[in-house]
Antibody, heavy 118, light 106 residues
Framework: EVQLVESGGGLVQPGGSLRLSCAAS????????MSWVRQAPGKGLEWVAN????????YYVDSVKGRFTISRDNAKNSLYLQMNSLRAEDTAVYYC???????????WGQGTLVTVSS | DIQMTQSPSTLSASVGDRVTITCRAS??????LAWYQQKPGKAPKLLIY???SLESGVPSRFSGSGSGTEFTLTISSLQPDDFATYYC????????FGQGTKVEIK
């Protein structure tokens, strides 16, 4: 059974940092692009970043460029999102998602809540 | 980036109704369009991919159509479990999502 389990969310002050993790199981993690998607409270979905199977390509939404870094450890079947210089507008539930390419993202984790507030 | 516009934002319907949601892309995305259902506090669930392909395990009352810039999601006979918010997504990287359509009980 495919599972994606996020962790690392919490309350952080503006300007602070947080590292999210996504533990994958039930599939060959190293064969898939992976992505982070976020959802602010009561709002829609926003893609944040994605990473190629071997980590050689990474892409970000403009609003997080220079502040967030996506990475992965295929040996540990894990995806990460290092978030620095956090702002109030980064407050959201963060989901990791498996990218099936032409067949669309299929599995999503349950999400982890990040709250940026003083 | 490609902008996705969904309509309507909210839809009131009754059990048994036929429901249609529209999604428009700001430029052609061929058939790289997915539809998701999301319930409060839960992750999105994939319903349709490549505009019209039904994801495994999804009831056949859900169907998708369209290509290029105009797409629709149809629920042929609305069931109690279908009251939720629906999102379209174009998945030509970078991904973008529509703003969502909330289907509520009339």
């Amino acid at each position: 059974e495919v599972q994606l389990v996020e962790s690392g969310g919490g309350l952080v002050q503006p300007g602070g940092s947080l590292r999210l993790s996504c533990a994958a199981s039930g599939f060959t993690f190293s064969s898939y692009w992976m992505s982070w998607v976020r959802q602010a409270p009561g709002k829609g979905l926003e893609w944040v970043a994605n990473i190629k199977q071997d980590g050689s390509e990474k892409y970000y939404v403009d609003s997080v460029k220079g502040r967030f870094t996506i990475s992965r450890d295929n040996a540990k079947n894990s995806l990460y999102l290092q978030m620095n210089s956090l702002r109030a507008e980064d407050t959201a539930v963060y989901y990791c998602a498996r990218d099936r390419g032409i067949f669309a993202p299929d599995y999503w984790g349950q999400g982890t809540l990040v709250t940026v507030s003083s | 980036d490609i902008q996705m516009t969904q309509s309507p934002s909210t839809l009131s319907a009754s059990v048994g109704d036929r429901v249609t949601i529209t999604c428009r892309a700001s430029q052609s995305i061929s058939s790289w369009l997915a539809w998701y259902q999301q319930k409060p506090g839960k992750a999105p669930k994939l319903l349709i991919y490549k505009a019209s392909s039904l994801e495994s395990g999804v009831p056949s009352r859900f169907s998708g159509s369209g290509s290029g810039t105009e797409f629709t999601l149809t629920i042929s006979s609305l069931q109690p479990d279908d009251f939720a918010t629906y999102y379209c997504q174009q998945y030509n990287r970078p991904w973008t999502f529509g703003q969502g359509t909330k289907v509520e009980i009339k």
